[in-house]
């Protein structure tokens, strides 16, 4: 993909390195201290020795890509400002915000949206911070970086470490700068989902894991919607595409090593990859209602 000439966003906030503090980040921090002595897996049997604290977190764990580690390194003063590698990524990432806000503005006046009794016709624009270490929300709690990036609807901000993009190329085995717009477009689906009412429905019947995977899903397919519309502008190829699939691959819950499918909380690698080509091939987000499936094992 080419964003040489794509118009950079306003809405981005540079947060430099923080500290957790006060409410909202021990769950976090304890899962990182698991992480960083007992490794990955250590991390997911922690995850179900908490007994669904998942589920018992601030919003900010609920609605992050997958919930997992980043690297993580203190600065100081701005994040971007602290090494070229990351002046690139944060361009980087406010050419790809740049970029979904277009496509959504067009998809909100149109009135091209899943309906869930809300139909607004003019887009709110999310803001995205950039931030080292840990950083405090308006209203989510605090969170480190091992929570990889999210979306907070208290504030509407999307939050992102840049060294997440180091962690998705090494350790999730996801590299390509396409890889990392998928990130982005993800944390946007889900402001998305906050805008037209979907990110708090729930179904009847169904577990809170299971309407989890619902939510998981659609901002995957809206991530794909984006990049339908933005592939022209930002000469996005077969090869790019395949980067972003590759990331979908990595981040399901089985290639994390979830093994219970019953406690899936953001879906498989094949749901992640088949719900996101949808969005990506069909470009239009009414094809995103994950909650119109009626049967949960047929998402």
Known sequence: MDIDGQRRSDNFEDRGAGSVRGGGGGALNLLFFVFRTFGFKG??????????????????IKHSLFGGPANTQVTEGGVCTASKKNAAACDFSRA??????????????????????????QYRKPT???????????????????VGPFYCPADNKLYIDPSFYDT??????SPGDFAQAYVIAHEVGHHIQNEIGSLRKTIPGESK????????LQADCLAGVWG?????????????????????????DDA???????????????????????????????????YAVKDYKQL
Not at 96 to 121: C, H, I, M
Not at 237 to 242: I, Y
Request: aromatic fraction near 8%.
């Open 43 to 60: 991390l997911l049997v922690a995850g179900v020795a908490l007994g669904g604290a998942y589920f018992l977190a601030p919003d900010s």
């Open 256 to 290: 994390l090593g979830h093994k219970d499918e019953s406690k899936f909380s953001h879906g498989s690698s094949e749901q992640r990859i088949r719900w996101f080509r949808r969005g990506f091939d069909s470009g239009d987000a009414r094809q995103c209602d994950t």
């Open 209 to 216: 894991s299971q309407i989890s995977v619902r939510s998981e």
């Open 128 to 146: 995205l911070v950039v931030f080292a270490n840990a950083v405090s929300t308006g209203g989510c709690g605090n969170a480190t970086s091992a």
């Open 228 to 252: 339908n519309k933005a592939r022209a502008n930002l000469k996005i190829t077969n090869e790019d595409l395949a980067e972003a699939t590759q990331a979908a691959h990595s981040i399901g």
């Open 96 to 121: 790809v915000l740049g970029s979904t806000e277009d496509v959504w503005k067009e998809k909100f006046t149109a009135g091209q949206l899943p309906n869930y009794g809300r139909t607004p016709k």
């Open 168 to 173: 998705l190329a090494q350790r999730l085995k």
